[in-house]
């Protein structure tokens, strides 16, 4: 964020800048997506090799299609999951997590190449440059954590290591927290020091809550907990379940007990949801601007929808369009929380422009 000559106040920093880095949330929101349609749709282990290169193309012809289904069928996926299945059902599933390599690719391409340019340009300067280089890195390393979970899939057990699929998940996450924490700075313009920095710890307990429930929910994904206690909101007839400390030692259970796992993901993302309306609740009697009062309303709706959309999900036991949407609903509540946040301690004093950030 720059300031204005005249009046020394902070003003909006535009340009191409920000628009590529709302291109790069864009295309970092559709990846976390179609990563979770990937997992649901059992696509993520069927290409058995990592090629960060020479992999840009698929399969072109039906003897090197024959070559990839032939790979497949040497692990255990298709000895225990998928026995018997066609070739065209194989090319289904390829295709998906072919689509999110490749995604995965032109994201790093698309985040490298312009921030180079605009560092040789002067565009980003310092931290600014800095803080770019650090994401890139972290997108680098999202890359690695990707192929080092799909291959504790291709050893003895066709599943992910849950552990890595939640680091895999809490990768793409930070990624796309920082971008827009990022462009909030370069784009809002803080409103008059008021009432929002009373709101400033309701929205950080917000933000924890909600990064733990996405953390949650990476481990049921893992272990396909969802699949089971398909009620809400009694478990197997009761609130608390039977059989939440079954595994040994107990620490074990949140991460590989369905049981422990879901009930874990239900009560983290009612106390997510609590914790979203709480700045609603206390901002109908504080003295709040406009955009501040719209980005509460905003979070206090999606704090709503989005655990409708879980128990939807659960009910109809995990159908492929609603479970993308209640992963696409997380991210939109988390921007929402960090966009209260940002405003609730914005407004808490006059902000330090970075003197050698950004111009574009």
């Not at 692990?75 to 070739?87: A, D, K, Q, S």
């Not at 929402?336 to 111009?359: C, K, N, Q, S, Y």
């Amino acid at each position: 964020m720059t300031a204005d000559p005249k009046t020394g106040l902070p003003t909006p920093s535009g340009g191409a800048v920000t628009a590529w880095l709302w291109c790069m949330i864009a295309m970092v929101f559709a990846m976390v997506v179609l990563g979770g349609v990937t997992r649901l749709t059992q696509s993520g282990l069927s290409m058995v090799d990592w090629r960060p290169i020479m992999g840009i193309l698929p399969p072109l012809s039906a003897a090197a299609w024959e070559d990839a289904f032939a790979a497949y069928r040497r692990f255990p996926e298709y000895r225990e999951l998928n026995y018997g299945m066609t070739l065209a059902e194989f090319k289904a599933i390829y295709l998906m997590e072919y689509a999110h390599r490749v995604w995965g690719r032109l994201i790093g391409l698309a985040f490298l190449l312009p921030w180079l340019w605009f560092v040789a340009r002067g565009k980003v300067r310092g931290r600014t440059a800095l803080a770019l280089g650090g994401i890139f890195l972290l997108g680098a390393a999202q890359g690695v954590v990707g192929w080092v979970m799909v291959q504790s899939g291709l050893v003895d057990m066709p599943s992910v290591s849950p552990y890595r699929l939640t680091v895999h998940l809490v990768l793409a996450v930070a990624i796309l927290g920082l971008l827009f924490w990022m462009v909030l700075g370069r784009t809002l313009v803080p409103q008059p020091v008021t009432d929002a920095r009373r709101l400033a710890r309701a929205a950080l307990i917000a933000l924890g809550l909600a990064a733990l429930t996405v953390i949650s929910g990476g481990f049921v994904a893992g272990i396909d907990a969802g699949m089971t206690y398909n009620t809400f909101p009694l478990m197997d007839g009761k609130l608390v379940p039977d059989g939440l400390f079954m595994l040994e030692p107990a620490w074990r259970n949140p991460f590989e007990n369905p049981a422990m796992a879901q009930f874990d993901h239900r009560v983290l993302g009612i106390a997510t949801m609590l914790a979203a309306l709480a700045p609603w609740v206390r901002g109908r009697g504080l003295n709040l601007a406009p955009r501040q009062r719209l980005a509460v309303n905003l979070m206090a709706l999606m704090a709503l929808v989005q655990p409708g959309l879980g128990i939807t999900t659960l009910l109809l036991v995990v159908p492929v369009p609603l479970a993308a949407a209640h992963q696409a609903g997380a991210l939109v509540l988390l921007g929402l929380i960090l966009w209260v946040l940002f405003e609730a301690r914005a407004a808490r004093a006059r902000p330090r422009l970075d003197p050698a950030g950004a111009t574009g």
